[in-house]
């Protein structure tokens, strides 16, 4: 019964158009003065020790290595490269922008990063080379996703943050998801391209492929410095994360110099405000989380959903369904801090490791940001496209296609995101 009310209250305010983070709070709020005896000192205790986790401070610095990758011409270079490398297959300059945003992906950890940093440079190119509009736009809008998939992630952190499950090994278990992920929108793209047959590029030489290498060296180096440090156990994902800030901070100012020091103070302004927007909404999902484990959903739903029989396969079917249909409505982190408390503790009584378990939800996370009507990257290529998003939706649905068919393998094979983590943890 109070589990129906809390989400009652929930999806009420909600209706009413206001922001997720702010009816989270609400919801709390109102159903522990209303409906239990909760002192108003637990309530502020939980709220300090929910955010104290060491994890969190993850966040504000993969964001900030993000804002000076976006703003210091690393994406610029990785197109460059990654067009000199498949340029020259069927619908080059579209592959180049899915190996673009896999590799932008693993040093930005940001969807929306990529699709404005990738987006923004590509797409213009591939209009002047005579691609449709809609084809590029598919490309950037889908790939783009895997800025949340390809480690590091924040999404990734605040998964972590909900259910206590280790942050290296999601890092890990993202490497495999992601580099398949990213192959097989590519290989949508090439087909697409060969069918109808879409402008290629004049094969570079290989002079020119180790230039575009040699000049984006400084930013793929980065995914060396972040991952590496944190497989061979040189730092936690955190210190990568204050790491990968440092140093993107040096290869934009002092490298690349396509950033100048005045306008360092804008970028760290804007990683503030996104950071502080972030941080506001996992307070309130820690006080969420708080109220559903005090009243003990969770765990009566785990009881409820095995007695009637629920098995893994079922079970991981309809958390695929909720997920999908949460995307209809709200944005990725969002549905993480709300449905990882729910779904976890069922998911940990049928046995399901909590890694792959962790992977199933991004990988869903990746497809509602592709769809209406709240698809975050849609919203953001409609920016950068200047098209509309039924338009949009239009156009990235062989990809979208493409990424069901993957959270299928995903979901029902945990081999492939259990691997690496269960080779390096050994």
């Known amino acids: 019964m ?8 929930l999806v009420m305010l909600m209706l009413t158009g206001m922001p997720i983070s702010i009816a989270l709070g609400l919801t709390v709020l109102s159903f522990i003065f209303g409906f239990t005896q909760v002192p108003l000192e637990s309530v502020a205790l939980k709220l ?11 966040i504000p610095f993969f ?24 340029g020259h297959w069927h619908g080059g300059l579209g592959l180049a922008g899915v190996v673009a945003c896999a590799l932008f992906a693993a040093v930005s ?18 209009a002047k080379a005579g691609f449709p509009a809609r084809f590029g736009a598919g490309i950037v809008t889908t790939s783009g996703a895997l800025g949340i998939l390809i480690p590091p992630s924040i999404v ?35 087909w697409r391209a060969r069918k109808f047959n879409y402008p290629r590029q004049i094969k570079a030489s290989m002079a020119q492929r180790l230039k575009a290498l040699r000049e984006c060296f400084w930013g793929l180096l980065l995914i060396v410095v972040v991952m590496g440090g944190i497989y061979t156990g040189l730092f936690t994902p955190t210190e990568a994360a204050a790491m990968a800030a440092v140093y993107a901070f040096i290869i934009a100012v002092f490298v690349y110099k396509d950033m100048r020091l005045k306008d360092v103070p804008r970028v760290l302004l804007a990683s503030a405000n996104m950071s ?28 409820w959903l095995i007695g009637m029989g629920l098995g893994p396969i079922a079970f991981l079917a309809v958390v695929n369904i909720l997920l999908l249909l949460a995307g209809n409505f709200m944005e990725p982190s969002s549905i993480v801090l709300i449905m990882a408390p729910i779904l976890f503790p069922v998911a940990m009584k049928l046995g399901i490791d909590p890694v792959h378990f962790g992977i199933l939800i991004i990988v869903n996370m990746e497809v509602g940001m592709c769809h209406p009507p709240v698809g975050l990257n849609l919203y953001v290529a409609s920016g ?43």
Not at 395 to 422: D, H, I, Q, R
């Open 2 to 9: 109070n589990g129906l009310i809390i989400l009652g209250l």
């Open 384 to 426: 950068v496209t200047k098209m509309g998003i039924t338009e949009l939706t239009i156009a990235v649905w062989p990809w979208l296609l493409t990424m069901l068919g993957f959270l299928v393998l995903v979901t029902y094979w945990p081999p492939l995101s259990l691997w690496l983590p269960n080779l390096l943890m050994k």
């Open 276 to 303: 502080a927007m972030l941080l506001y909404i996992i307070t309130n999902a820690v006080l969420f989380s708080f109220v559903l484990a005090n009243e003990n959903i969770p765990q009566n739903l785990a009881d």
């Open 156 to 190: 990734m952190v605040m998964y972590s943050v909900s259910t206590n499950t280790s942050v290296g090994a999601l890092f890990m278990a993202g490497v495999v998801p992601g580099i398949l992920l990213a192959f097989l929108l590519g290989l949508t793209a090439w």
């Open 109 to 126: 950890g940001s969807s929306p990063a990529t699709v404005v940093a990738i987006g923004s440079i590509l797409l213009p190119a591939m």
């Open 48 to 58: 300090f020790t929910g955010i104290e986790k060491f994890e969190i401070m993850a």
């Open 63 to 86: 964001i900030l290595a993000g804002n000076f990758l976006t703003h210091g011409g690393v994406a610029k270079r990785m197109i460059n490269f990654a067009t000199s490398m498949v």
